[in-house]
């Protein structure tokens, strides 16, 4: 399983950006982040099959995570955002049972940047 996620980038609070990750044979996806001096924490998972959804309480209301199974694309659409999203995105996939722990994901992409102005 190959990931590519893109579509960070800086913007002002209460703006908006979608993060995109190509992907291909996994069960679930899911996006987490890791803010400096942080560890690294769940955002929202998508079961491939089905589409149920699943989102950290600090974001429910504010991003949705969706799929398109024609292009083997994850997307976060992340609206409002706030200075303390600010941190590295990543996508992770797994192969397993829905998880909110970034243990059990197998495979990982790079990150890409994501930076609210406040």
């Known amino acids: 399983v190959q990931l590519q996620a893109y579509g960070g980038g800086l913007v002002q609070a209460g703006g908006s950006l979608r993060l995109s990750c190509a992907a291909s044979g996994r069960t679930f996806m899911g996006w987490f982040r890791q803010a400096p001096g942080k560890e690294r924490e769940f955002v929202a998972a998508?079961?491939?099959?089905?589409?149920?959804?699943y989102y950290a309480d600090s974001v429910k209301g504010r991003f949705t995570i969706s799929r398109d199974n024609a292009k083997n694309t994850v997307y976060l659409q992340m609206n409002r955002l706030k200075p303390e999203d600010t941190a590295v995105y990543y996508c992770a996939a797994t192969r397993g049972s829905y998880s909110r722990s970034a243990r059990e994901y197998e495979y990982w992409g790079q990150g890409t940047q994501v930076t609210v102005s406040s």
């Open positions: 998508i079961r491939w099959s089905g589409g149920s959804t």
